[in-house]
């Protein structure tokens, strides 16, 4: 298990384009240069970023990688992702809504 | 010689700027005014430098490199991270002041990393547009020089470290030879959560005990705040009354004066503007 490693491929999909690019062509060509195991590789295509959470990796950048490449980049969705579906009501802001 | 003429300790909620219109219309005048107030105060102290403190959000340094303390001593721009309203420009500097800062860190103690040519995120950009932007196109000459240090992530620079650090740049203002007239900037916090499921939450009380900590110059008080008191009471952004805590330690015994207060949970964030009397 390793948050470095989950967090160095968190931090390149928050801010270097062409790997936001590659993930969005090609995810499984892009994991297989990480060190991940199957467990983290699972967490980063299902954007499991309450799994990541837990892993050790930095809110920041779940946050950031959500709201960089998640199909739905609303913040709600992402405090859905993180809360559970119960916790989906009421308006939550953040910086991604830039997008 | 060189002298610390001012503080203000603000925020830099990026969130004010992607949805502006969001809290009720009084609370977000107050909150934009409150940046002018700072602007105006400013201008009244005839600085030549503004050293402004951020935390680096993950987004300047990666897991290659997390330096504990930063300077950029050369080119800065920003902000790295544009927002509406907030488009990357080219940010005057004080390369000499910034150099001599970092030199009489490196003899006295202080390993300063150094940035020669530094895009700075939100952290330093806000301040730098809201605060001293308005004062130079009101004909002042002022340079920004950006300090980075570690409180959005981990090893986070220790509270007491931050305190010391601020000495440090005291210090080396007063050794130079020029007579530079220095505003230091604390720019963080207070309370508010950032991509934890609690984003949204303000801890009024804990935003108030650190303004009280900033207004009576208690340093040993914001020293001795636990890490782990921080993240349970001010949230991971919380970390970044080290910021506060650089400013205050830049300026011992200074008093403070809150200009505006307000818990804005559409904006993520207590928003605390507090000035700093040397």
């Not at chain 2, 080219?90 to 003899?107: M, N, Q, R, V, Y």
């Not at chain 2, 499921?197 to 009280?212: R, S, Y």
């Amino acid at each position: 298990m390793s948050r470095n490693v989950l967090e160095k491929l968190m931090h390149q999909l928050c801010v270097d384009r062409s790997v936001k690019q590659r993930f969005k062509e090609d995810p499984a060509g892009l994991l297989a240069r990480y060190a991940l195991t199957d467990e983290e590789r699972a967490m980063v295509t299902g954007f499991d970023v309450a799994g990541m959470q837990k892993h050790g990796v930095n809110p920041m950048l779940t946050l950031g990688f959500w709201t960089e490449n998640a199909p739905n980049r609303h913040p709600a969705a992402y405090m859905k992702a993180l809360r559970g579906a119960a916790a989906a009501d009421g308006q939550v802001f953040s910086a991604g809504l830039k997008q | 010689m060189g002298k610390i003429v001012g503080g203000f300790l603000v925020p830099h909620d990026p969130v004010m700027f992607v949805v502006p219109d969001a809290p009720a219309e009084d609370v977000r005048k107050r909150m934009w005014g409150a940046f002018d107030t700072c602007a105006e105060r400013l201008a009244g102290l005839n600085a030549t430098s503004v050293v402004i403190i951020g935390a680096d959000h993950y987004f300047n340094f990666g897991t290659g490199c997390l330096p504990q303390y930063i300077i950029g001593t050369g080119d800065v721009d920003g902000p790295l991270d544009v927002l509406p309203g907030l488009k990357r420009q080219i940010i005057p500097t004080s390369e000499k002041l910034a150099g001599f800062i970092a030199d009489h860190g490196h003899d006295n103690g202080f390993d300063w990393a150094v940035a020669r040519a530094f895009t700075v995120d939100h952290a330093v950009a806000i301040p730098d547009r809201l605060i001293v932007d308005p004062v130079r196109a009101s004909g002042q000459s002022i340079g920004t020089i950006p300090v980075y240090i570690a409180a959005g992530v981990d090893p986070y620079i220790k509270m007491k470290r931050a305190v010391e650090l601020g000495g440090a740049i005291k210090a080396a203002v007063e050794a130079m030879p020029d007579d530079e007239r220095v505003v230091v900037i604390g720019s963080g916090g207070i309370s508010h959560w950032v991509g934890t499921p609690e984003m949204g939450k303000v801890n009024e009380a804990f935003d108030h005990e650190i303004m009280d900590y900033a207004c009576t110059g208690n340093l040993a008080a914001i020293q001795g705040l636990s890490d782990d008191y921080i993240l349970e009471n001010g949230g991971n952004g919380g970390m970044e009354v080290r910021q506060w805590a650089v400013a205050m330690g830049a300026m011992p015994g200074a008093r403070g004066e809150i200009i505006d207060y307000a818990p804005v949970r559409e904006w993520v964030t207590g928003l605390g503007f507090v000035q700093l009397f040397a």
